[in-house]
Every structure is written in C-alpha cells, then in structure tokens.
C-alpha cells in the first residue's frame, strides 16, 4: 500500500439467512482472512451489526482500482474460495449492498492497526465498537463539504467521546470487477468512529442527542448540505477484526 493506506475501500453489508452470522464469522476468520490478504488485498475489519442479528458488515482495502481487479480475480479465481464459497454463500441472501469508497484526503485513510491481528480460532470476546455514519445527497460531496464536516462536525463529534477512524466518501470509478456488483449512482460521505466499550458509545450518542451546540449550530448546517436522514451502522469487531 502507498501513502494512503487504503485509497480504495469497500464497505461490504451482508443479509444473511437467520441464525447464520455466527458460522458465517466463524468460516470467515477462520479461512478467508489471510487468504484474501495473500491475493493482494486488505481485510481491514468485519463486524456484528449490533441493530441487525443477521447482518454482516465488512471492509476491504486495496492499493488501486486496478490492483482490485488483480487480487479480486485472483481470490475469487482461486483454491480456497472454490473450497469454501458453497458453505459461504449458503449463509447469505444478499451481498450486493457495497460502497465503492476512497479517502477524503490523504490523512482521513484508515489508521495502521494498533497491535497484530490475532491468530485463526481466536474467540476472546472484543469489547470496543466501532460507528458508522453515512450521509447521502443528490450531487457528489465536495471539498466545501469536507472542509465543513472537518472544521465543524468533526470538533463536536470528538468532544462526545469518538475517536475518529476514517473519513470516506464515494468512489465514482468504473467497477473494475463487475463479478461482484456496487452501489452506483450515490453519493455518500462516511466517517467512522471507534469507542473503548458499549457504554461509551451510548453516552456518546446520548451527548450527542443533547448536545446544544450540535443541535443549534452544527447540525441545521449539516441537514442543509445532505440528502435525508444519516444512515448509522453501531457495529462489534469481531475476535480477529483489526478495527477493535
């Protein structure tokens, strides 16, 4: 990977069969972590949707659009998903929902792991949560937006206890691996926030709620730039996510 750690990156949401999260984990930490890694892309984190008990969330980086294409083809061409694709997709009944993303600049990327990825069949419970907050409108987000969000959301955000992990926004490149379809025609800017433990990421909330500031200066501003109501994933590392 270049400067930009990830320049590209997937947000993958899947809706599985019910009762079928847990061994869908189970099969993915196990076999299509270091698998994928090996074909030239990044496992970045994957998740429990704690608002959804069939819902699977993940994210992939990779070095370009073309290099996606490279480790894609090379993956899902490969030995191990051929092994293990069946027992996969029998878990799921959607994966289609898929954000293309990048970096807004060179520093909102995704931040280098704090400490190793624990090993195959690690099951140790991980308390920390990780806020995804995806804002929608009807024209591609610009460096106004940005600078907005980052001089004025960003400082209230991380006053109510987020720590900031990424900041993204749609990637408008042609998908170069049309085997596994994404999201077009949107517009979306993201950022994503990490909390120590659950109940840290429900006091932020609740601040946030009551927050005057947020309620009379930042957030009238915010609603006029974007598209509808906010999308929020509150999201659980699973045992070998490097997002903990």
């Not at 061409?77 to 970096?103: C, E, F, Q, Y």
């Not at 995804?132 to 106004?144: I, S, W």
């Not at 720590?163 to 170069?176: K, M, R, S």
Request: hydrophobic residues 45%; aromatic residues 10%; positive net charge.
């Amino acid at each position: 990977m270049n400067a930009v750690r990830y320049p590209v990156v997937e947000l993958r949401q899947y809706t599985l069969r019910p009762g079928q999260r847990d061994v869908l984990i189970d099969l993915f930490d196990r076999e299509l972590v270091e698998s994928q890694e090996a074909a030239g892309m990044a496992v970045v984190g994957q998740f429990r949707d704690l608002d959804d008990p069939d819902r699977f969330v993940w994210i992939r980086g990779f070095s370009s659009m073309s290099a996606r294409a490279r480790a894609l083809a090379s993956f899902y061409g490969g030995p191990v998903w051929k092994v293990h694709s069946a027992p996969a997709n029998a878990t799921m009944i959607n994966s289609d929902d898929v954000l293309l993303l990048r970096p807004v600049t060179a520093r909102s990327g995704f931040p280098a792991p704090a400490s190793a990825r624990p090993p195959a069949r690690y099951a140790t419970a991980v308390p920390s949560r990780v806020l995804v907050t995806l804002y929608y409108r009807d024209r591609p987000f610009d460096q106004a937006f940005a600078d907005f969000f980052d001089r004025q959301a960003r400082p209230v955000l991380i006053g109510t206890g987020a720590t900031p992990l990424a900041c993204l926004q749609t990637e408008h490149a042609e998908n170069t691996f049309p085997a596994l379809p994404v999201r077009t025609g949107e517009n979306v800017f993201a950022w994503l926030a990490r909390f120590p433990d659950p109940a840290r990421l429900d006091d932020h909330l609740r601040q946030i709620e009551h927050c005057a500031d947020w309620r009379d200066r930042v957030l009238p501003a915010l609603s006029a730039l974007i598209t509808g109501a906010p999308q929020q994933l509150r999201l659980a590392p699973t045992a070998r996510s490097q997002l903990r």
